[in-house]
């Protein structure tokens, strides 16, 4: 039902930065609380950002100061804004739309490698 798609990862330096995409199809799109999950290898998946209906941000601790998770309602699309990065934030990033009632969906998910 909702496809997500997420575009923006790419390989960057310590210290630099990337701004990731998530467009979802939902016309609805603003009853979902919408965030930011990341896999490193041989790690288990992980929650980097949340945003909800309102605008209501929950950020991991280890990201914290340093990403912003946004919404467009507009636009049915959702940011994330990885400033300073490090090389331990490398991994896949995945974009998720949760609804209270229709459950959760998953984009394709999009690789960010901080390395130099």
């Known amino acids: 039902q909702v496809q997500l798609v997420e575009s923006g990862g790419g390989l960057v330096q310590p210290g630099g930065s990337l701004r990731l995409s998530c467009a979802a199809s939902?016309?609805?799109?603003?009853?979902?609380?919408m965030g930011w999950y990341r896999q490193a290898p041989g790690k288990q998946r992980e929650l980097v950002a949340t945003?909800?209906?309102?605008?209501?941000?929950n950020y991991a601790d280890s990201v914290k100061g340093r990403f912003t998770i946004s919404r467009d309602n507009t636009k049915n699309t959702v940011y994330l804004q990885m400033n300073s990065l490090k090389p331990e934030d490398t991994g896949v990033y995945y974009c998720?739309?949760?609804?209270?009632?229709?459950?959760?969906?998953w984009g394709q998910g999009t690789q960010v490698t901080v390395s130099s």
């Open positions: 998720n739309a949760q609804h209270l009632m229709r459950g959760d969906y």
């Open positions: 945003i909800g209906r309102i605008g209501s941000t």
């Open positions: 939902e016309s609805a799109f603003i009853i979902y609380t």
